[in-house]
């Protein structure tokens, strides 16, 4: 079973960035051989390095505990004024220290995005993307996930995705994942 650990970019209840990532963690159920879990980065201070120099805050040990147990990562974001959200942005500042033990080097990481706007989180998952680079992530180059309209597509009431076109690019999105974490996990074990 490989261990996909997730973080959504927006912190909000009722976020359609939550939607998406639920509504890919069940795809990835019907996929099989995976299960993603969600690590939260509310809780994450501000990073600064005196912080760092008295050792990590017992929330980013926390963190960081969780995301070392990844076999790899999946990264849900919005989009806010045309880049990543500050949490987000923290929360991979800190994943990031020190930088000899980075937690993302070398590891195999996914994006995918969803806005009420027109062009779907592309330039938020442009700059995430080389923002993973800089940290020598494995970044997956798709399928790109930039769900549009994300507010026409989804059930208020029920809070999940309904739309059946992203749906089926999704599944497609959970099978490429599977094999892009397991062909580094093989790797890993050689
Ligand atoms: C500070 C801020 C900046 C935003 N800038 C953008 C933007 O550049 N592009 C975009 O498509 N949507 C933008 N939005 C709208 C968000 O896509 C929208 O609020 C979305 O619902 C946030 O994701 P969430 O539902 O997962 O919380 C912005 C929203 C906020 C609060």
């Known amino acids: 079973m490989l261990k996909i650990v997730s ?65 790899g990562i999946l990264i849900v974001t919005p989009e806010y004024n045309s880049g990543i959200p500050g949490g987000l942005k923290n929360a991979l500042d800190w994943a990031s220290r020190p930088i000899q033990s980075s937690i993302f080097a070398n590891l195999p990481v996914a994006v995918a995005g969803a806005t009420p706007g027109s062009i779907g989180t592309a330039l938020s998952q442009m700059q995430l993307r080389q923002i993973l680079v800089a940290m020598n992530a494995n970044v997956m180059s798709g399928p790109k996930v930039l769900v549009g309209g994300v507010h026409q597509k989804v059930d208020s009431e029920t809070k999940q995705i309904i739309d059946q076109r992203t749906i089926s690019h999704l599944r497609s999105f959970a099978n490429q994942l599977k094999d892009f974490v397991m062909m580094y996990k093989k790797e890993k074990n050689k």
């Not at 912190?11 to 963690?25: G, H, P, T, V």
């Not at 809780?43 to 008295?54: A, M, Q, S, T, V």
């Open 7 to 71: 973080i959504c970019g927006s912190l909000r209840k009722d976020s359609f960035n939550k939607m998406l990532l639920e509504a890919i963690k069940q795809e990835s159920k019907e996929v099989g051989d995976m299960e993603i879990t969600i690590v939260e980065i509310d809780k994450l201070p501000l990073f600064n390095e005196d912080l760092e120099i008295g050792g990590d805050p017992v929330e980013v040990i926390d963190f960081k505990e969780k995301l070392r147990e990844a076999d």
